[in-house]
């Protein structure tokens, strides 16, 4: 293992938020959802502003991603639907999943080659106590339109297409495991495999690539961020004792800083009085993709 860290050796780019998720590098800014109030942000790392408010959904926001028109997609886990936002702010139901879905849906990463969106559900009910059961992911086409792609997936969670592939790569944050697909021409995923079986207690959420094709993928359940190679080597490890670790990218001027969004718990009841969400930085070795 080349690098082990912790978030002593971090500095905090935002803080006092409830639930940090969706981070995303686009256009010189960090973007991020704070998932329990259903907002959207941006930032410039770099200077002394504060967050800008880009959009609110109704239900709390997770995924982000960008159409090849430039809209801003979100996706809005309670209504189960997927929002666009144009530039001038105006936000639309881009894919309303509602009439198929029961559950929640989640993250989602737009195929920068083809536009295509994939985003996941939960497949239960998780903050109602209801048994796991296994969920979907959907493709959704540039127009809007959606239909299955993948199911039995424990647990849905983050997903990226790896560089100069046609793979992506899917957290299954319950079943201890990131699995791979092939993406066909038609935006189908064929090829089902496991990519890494990570280590016990390992809980997969969010994830960002590397240039060299490593996931770094967040452990909410154990407080850690692990890069992880294909097969399931750990190449590097940060440490955030305490705290549940939600997600990540890879971003800043040569892409080698590693944003870590941490919080103290998932559960909204708690974070609606605590707001001690953060996400802070640290430098890597690789840059991003």
């Given at each position: 293992m080349r690098t082990t860290l912790d978030l002593t050796t971090a500095t905090d780019v935002v803080a006092g938020i409830r639930f940090p998720e969706g981070n995303r590098w686009h256009d010189g800014r960090l973007w991020y959802s704070d998932m329990h109030t259903g907002e959207v942000f941006s930032i410039d790392p770099g200077s002394d502003e504060a967050p800008r408010l880009e959009a609110t959904v109704a239900g709390?926001?997770?995924?982000?991603?960008?159409?090849?028109?430039?809209?801003?997609?979100?996706?809005?886990?309670e209504s189960r639907t997927v929002v666009a936002v144009s530039d001038d702010g105006t936000s639309t139901a881009f894919a309303d999943l509602s009439g198929v879905e029961s559950s929640l849906v989640n993250d989602l990463v737009v195929d920068e080659q083809t536009g295509r969106t994939y985003i996941g559900a939960f497949g239960y009910d998780l903050y109602g106590g209801e048994a796991l059961r296994p969920g979907p992911l959907y493709v959704i086409e540039p127009d809007g339109s959606f239909r299955p792609a993948a199911d039995g997936l424990v647990f849905p969670n983050s997903a990226n297409v790896l560089p100069g592939t046609r793979t992506l790569v899917v957290s299954e944050t319950w079943g201890h495991r990131l699995t791979a697909f092939d993406i066909e021409p038609d935006g189908s995923l064929t090829g089902r495999r496991g990519w890494a079986t990570l280590p016990d207690g390992v809980t997969p959420d969010g994830s960002t690539v590397d240039r060299d094709g490593a996931v770094w993928v967040c452990s909410v359940d154990t407080g850690e961020f692990l890069r992880v190679v294909e097969g399931g080597a750990v190449t590097d490890r940060i440490d955030a004792p305490g705290r549940c670790a939600i997600d990540c990218a890879l971003g800043g001027e040569d892409g080698r800083t590693l944003y870590l969004a941490t919080a103290d718990s998932y559960d909204p009841a708690v974070t609606a009085r605590t707001r001690a969400g953060r996400i802070s930085a640290v430098r890597v070795d690789v840059p991003g993709w």
């Amino acid at each position: 293992m080349r690098t082990t860290l912790d978030l002593t050796t971090a500095t905090d780019v935002v803080a006092g938020i409830r639930f940090p998720e969706g981070n995303r590098w686009h256009d010189g800014r960090l973007w991020y959802s704070d998932m329990h109030t259903g907002e959207v942000f941006s930032i410039d790392p770099g200077s002394d502003e504060a967050p800008r408010l880009e959009a609110t959904v109704a239900g709390q926001s997770s995924g982000l991603g960008w159409l090849r028109d430039g809209r801003l997609v979100i996706s809005s886990m309670e209504s189960r639907t997927v929002v666009a936002v144009s530039d001038d702010g105006t936000s639309t139901a881009f894919a309303d999943l509602s009439g198929v879905e029961s559950s929640l849906v989640n993250d989602l990463v737009v195929d920068e080659q083809t536009g295509r969106t994939y985003i996941g559900a939960f497949g239960y009910d998780l903050y109602g106590g209801e048994a796991l059961r296994p969920g979907p992911l959907y493709v959704i086409e540039p127009d809007g339109s959606f239909r299955p792609a993948a199911d039995g997936l424990v647990f849905p969670n983050s997903a990226n297409v790896l560089p100069g592939t046609r793979t992506l790569v899917v957290s299954e944050t319950w079943g201890h495991r990131l699995t791979a697909f092939d993406i066909e021409p038609d935006g189908s995923l064929t090829g089902r495999r496991g990519w890494a079986t990570l280590p016990d207690g390992v809980t997969p959420d969010g994830s960002t690539v590397d240039r060299d094709g490593a996931v770094w993928v967040c452990s909410v359940d154990t407080g850690e961020f692990l890069r992880v190679v294909e097969g399931g080597a750990v190449t590097d490890r940060i440490d955030a004792p305490g705290r549940c670790a939600i997600d990540c990218a890879l971003g800043g001027e040569d892409g080698r800083t590693l944003y870590l969004a941490t919080a103290d718990s998932y559960d909204p009841a708690v974070t609606a009085r605590t707001r001690a969400g953060r996400i802070s930085a640290v430098r890597v070795d690789v840059p991003g993709w």
